[in-house]
Structure formats: C-alpha cells, structure tokens
C-alpha cells in the first residue's frame, strides 16, 4: 500500500462546478501538506501550502487538513476550463534547513472543466 | 533565471546508452531535488542536494543513477546504460531552506528503446 493514496479520476465537470479532490495518507509523521497543478508536459506548480491541521483559503481554492483522519482535500469554487489539469497531492515529515526535502506525491487526479 | 531550466525537453536513448539530465535552478536557491515521474503516476523522489552536499540520494533506483552539483548552482543527472524502465519524466525542483514548497522546472522526457 502505498503512503498517500489519491484517486486517479478521471474526473468531469461542468464550468462553475465546486471541485473536491482528496488524498488520504498513512504516515503519522507527516506534517507538511501541499496541492501541486500540473499541465500536460510541465513541471507541477504550487497551489497551496499548508501545516498540520485547519483550512487556509486563496482565491478560488481552499485546502482542508484533517490529522487526526490522515486526510487532505482540496476545494476549487467556480471552476473554470483553464483549472483543466492533473492535481497532485504532496506531504513531507520535515520543513527547514537541511531536513526539508522528499515529498510524497499521490498519484494525481486529472481534472476537466467543460465550458 | 526567473524559474527552474531544464535540459533537454526531450531525449531519446537506444538502451545500454549513457544519458545526462541538466537543471538549472532558481539563482539563489540552495536546495536542489531530483525526482522521476512515470506515465500516469506523481513524481517520486530520487535524491536532495544542499549547495554542494548530496544529503540524501536514497531514492535513487540503482546504482546506475548517478547525481552531482559540484558548485553547488548547476546539477546534473546521470543514468549510466539505460533500460526501458527508465523512460520516464524527470523533474528537478528547487527551494530556499524552509521555503514554502519547491519550484518545478518542466522536465526532462526520457524515452529508451
């Protein structure tokens, strides 16, 4: 079993749609937790950052992290064809100085808005 | 550079070939990692440097693989003999210490046959 799970999808929606993408983890240590979004044939870029538990809310997006159930989700409000893309869920036990490093990355969840 | 350079996009390599991965980071950013990213899977991580210091290459899938930054800006790298199974994305990503995630450049597409 792998340490973070997340369903490949795929998944459609129309424009406008409220988005929920979610990765679940096994590793108790994990403590950092972030959202990559990733267009065809390019890197991952970040969407959102978050430590330990709680809500943080930028724009359109909101990530959830839920500790104590080893689950992060990741909301889109009013989703627009350009959020086409895959979503990566990312998490890593450590953050600063020289043990900050090795992300576990989900598999990705691919992502449609049509319009 | 305004983002994280990688050479080539695209590389293609007849197996048992020798092959060299270039990234360039963000000037400034002295953490560096390599990752490799296959068909419909996320990036799994290969290895780390800080400046010039490979701190943790234990990703790294066999001994063949190959990794160094010796200034500590410019890293390369490099898989010696390829096989099939390592057709593969590969992604260089780089961040301050304690930055609030890493910045990905495009990657390197490998195809072996």
């Known amino acids: 079993q792998k340490e973070v799970e997340q369903d490949p999808g795929p998944l459609s929606v129309p424009e406008g749609a409220i988005v929920s993408l979610n990765c679940t983890y096994s590793?108790?240590?994990?403590?950092?937790f972030m959202w990559y979004r990733q267009y065809s044939r390019k890197g991952p870029e970040l969407l959102m950052y978050?430590?330990?538990?709680g809500n943080k809310e930028d724009g359109r997006f909101t990530a959830q992290v839920d500790k104590s159930s080893k689950y992060i989700s990741l909301f889109i409000r009013d989703s627009q064809p350009s959020d086409s893309a895959t979503y990566l869920c990312?998490?890593?036990?450590?953050?600063?100085?020289?043990?900050?490093?090795?992300?576990?990355f989900g598999q990705g969840t691919i992502l449609t808005v049509h319009p | 550079g305004a983002g994280v350079s990688q050479s080539p996009r695209y590389k293609v390599a007849k197996r048992g070939q020798d092959v060299a991965l270039r990234c360039d980071p963000i000037?400034?950013?002295?953490?560096l990692f390599w990752y490799q990213q296959a068909l419909g899977q996320g990036p799994e991580f290969l290895t780390y440097?800080?400046?010039?210091?490979?701190?943790?290459k234990s990703g790294l899938p066999s001994d063949r693989f190959f990794a160094e930054r010796p200034e500590g800006s410019v890293s390369t790298l490099k898989i010696q003999r390829t096989q099939q199974e390592d057709s593969a994305v590969y992604l260089c990503a780089s961040s301050l210490p304690g930055g609030d995630g890493y910045t990905f450049g495009s990657g390197t597409r490998l195809t072996v046959v």
């Open positions: 000037s400034g950013h002295v953490s």
């Open positions: 440097f800080q400046n010039e210091a490979q701190l943790d």
């Open positions: 590793n108790s240590a994990f403590q950092y």
């Open positions: 990312a998490m890593s036990a450590n953050a600063g100085g020289t043990s900050y490093g090795k992300l576990t």
């Open positions: 978050t430590y330990s538990s």
